[in-house]
């Protein structure tokens, strides 16, 4: 299926119903909790809970690393349409067991997937990009998810919406992330079904991969690179409108 195709025909997947009949997108925001508390006092996942829990069609739980099964059982899963994932130095105490039920999730059921900044290194966003290279007979060369150089330099980052009129950039225009951790490509995955937002750097017009697309299966995975866990990227509000809209977008299976 052209990547047009996929765009163009996109079923509803059976989230949750509120108390009025409303479709609830029932989210699971998951940390590892390295994040420093005096920049993310609930953490990552915290803040995500508290800007996406206030929109009336979305229900956020929240788990953590250190949760039994590390958050990710099956009937936690089970309960989820999307699933939000920062990690940043704890990738390799995920287990495996998890990863391939998150990836069963993703890919038999439709549970869209959105890590987030460097959960470009976690062990699904790993296998799900080693998978949609093999399947596509185009194996990576090198490691999953890696990009050529990362600086956290504070930079300020010009964000370029490069799909105007696609559901997750509905409501945003072009705007400016004043401090950023830089990564440069390129990036180790494979061509993604379409690329959302491009970021340039001050004084290096780089076309970055800040918002990539890709289909798995019945789900679909958008990483979101903008964000580190010492900037207060995920109060801005254009970041915050993306992942609204991304939620919302990715709680839709073929």
Do not use: C
Request: proline share 7%; charged share 25%; no cysteine.
């Amino acid at each position: 299926m052209s990547s047009k195709l996929f765009f163009a025909f996109i079923f509803p997947l059976a989230v949750g119903v509120g108390a009025e009949g409303s479709k609830t997108v029932r989210v699971l925001a998951w940390s590892e909790r390295t994040e420093p508390k005096d920049v993310y006092p609930q953490g990552i996942n915290g803040q995500f809970a508290a800007f996406l829990g206030a929109e009336g069609d979305v229900k956020v739980t929240v788990a953590n690393l250190s949760d039994p099964d590390q958050g990710l059982t099956e009937d936690a899963l089970a309960m989820t349409d999307v699933l939000i994932w920062f990690g940043h130095k704890q990738h390799a105490l995920v287990t495996d067991e998890n990863v391939e039920r998150i990836m069963k999730h993703i890919r038999e059921r439709g549970m869209g997937f959105l890590p987030i900044h460097s959960a470009h290194y976690a062990k699904p966003f790993q296998r799900i990009m080693k998978t949609i290279a093999f399947d596509r007979g185009k194996p990576l060369e090198g490691t999953p998810g890696k990009w050529a150089k990362v600086a956290n330099s504070g930079a300020r980052e010009t964000i370029h919406i490069a799909a105007p009129g696609h559901p997750i950039t509905k409501g945003v225009k072009d705007f400016e992330i004043p401090q950023t951790e830089v990564y440069w490509n390129p990036f180790i995955v494979p061509a993604p079904d379409l690329k959302i937002l491009e970021g340039r750097y001050a004084n290096d017009m780089q076309d970055g991969s800040d918002g990539l697309l890709w289909k798995f299966g019945k789900g679909k995975v958008f990483y979101f690179r903008p964000g580190h866990e010492t900037y207060p990227i995920y109060f801005q509000p254009e970041v915050q409108q993306i992942l609204k809209n991304a939620v919302r977008f990715l709680a839709l299976a073929e």
